[in-house]
């Protein structure tokens, strides 16, 4: 009785490890490129406007954090321009599920608020609405199962206010592959509970 409650035990605990577990597929923190102005970037490509590489003492709105990107960039000819970023392929699953993390802030010059930053997985976006300027960086994670209407990663500036010189800011991008919801991996140890108490009664 007790080696067949110690091997449930440890199945259990095994499949609580494989629930926490996570392929990263995609992530950039940006302190790799260089600062400036109408950014190109290595891992994005900007699709609209323009965007600036910004932190470590160049329009550094939050010290300590190395680069991140303001995506309400600064195009002289058009005052500033509200951006779009987009990853190449990233070899995404049909019905996969996916994490993507990252922090955002935004550009405290001047501006109306609220900023409005759309993200998602091609097609399949989501918005947040930032309504106050944070004081430091804020950490979200949010969660896609992968729909096959595209596969990139991208960030915009969709404020509708071009010419504000304010948006918003992200860093530290993550996106990884959840190989099981959790759920699925409690129902297996629920079987597998199950399974191991009828054989018990059955001796």
Partial sequence: MFKTSALAA??????????????????????????????????????????????????????????????????????????????????????????????????????????ILTFGLGTDTQQLIINTIPGSLVDVVYSFIYDGSGNFLSFADDSGTPGDQGGPIIDNVRLA????????????GGLAGLAALRRRKTA
């Fill in 10 to 115: 440890a199945f259990g605990l095994a499949l609580t490890s494989a629930a926490s577990a996570s392929v990263v597929i995609f992530t950039d923190n940006f302190d790799g490129e260089a600062l400036g102005t109408n950014a190109t970037l290595d891992q994005w490509t900007v699709t609209r406007d323009s965007v600036d590489v910004i932190g470590s003492g160049f329009f550094d709105f939050y010290p300590g954090n190395g680069n991140y990107l303001d995506l309400n960039g600064s195009t002289s000819s058009q005052g500033q321009t509200e951006g779009r970023i987009e990853t190449g392929p990233l070899g995404l699953t049909l019905g996969k599920r996916y994490e993507l993390s990252f922090s955002y802030g935004t550009n405290s010059r001047p501006g109306p608020l609220p900023a």
């Fill in 177 to 188: 592959l959840v190989p099981l919801p959790a759920g699925g991996f409690l129902l297996i």
